[in-house]
Nanobody, 126 residues
Framework: QVQLVESGGGLVQAGGSLRLSCAASGRTFSTSPMAWFRQAPGKEREFVAAISWSGGRTDYADVVKGRFTISRVNTKNTVYLQMNSLKPEDTAVYYC???????????????????WGQGTQITVSS
């Protein structure tokens, strides 16, 4: 059974930092792109960041560019999201996602991903 389990969420003041982790089990994703998405109350799920299988290519939503960094350690089957300079508008449930098939690129569309974590809440207070 494939599982993606996020951790590292919580409450933080504006301007603070958090680091999310997403540990995969049940199969390896070392040749698959992975990503982070988020969903705020009353809004649709939106793309945050994506990373290629090797980690050599990354892609970010404009609203987080320069503040968030996605990375991965394939030997641990884990992807990370370092979030700095957090803003109240970053408040959301954050989900990690993994593509089922191997490929070289990064993908910003949620439809490209087969496996999803259960989500972790990030709340940024002003």
């Amino acid at each position: 059974q494939v599982q993606l389990v996020e951790s590292g969420g919580g409450l933080v003041q504006a301007g603070g930092s958090l680091r999310l982790s997403c540990a995969a089990s049940g199969r390896t994703f070392s040749t698959s792109p992975m990503a982070w998405f988020r969903q705020a109350p009353g809004k649709e799920r939106e793309f945050v960041a994506a990373i290629s299988w090797s980690g050599g290519r990354t892609d970010y939503a404009d609203v987080v560019k320069g503040r968030f960094t996605i990375s991965r350690v394939n030997t641990k089957n884990t992807v990370y999201l370092q979030m700095n300079s957090l803003k109240p508008e970053d408040t959301a449930v954050y989900y990690c996602a993994a593509r089922a098939s191997s490929s070289y690129g990064t993908y910003a569309s949620s439809g490209e991903y087969t496996y999803w974590g259960q989500g972790t809440q990030i709340t940024v207070s002003s």
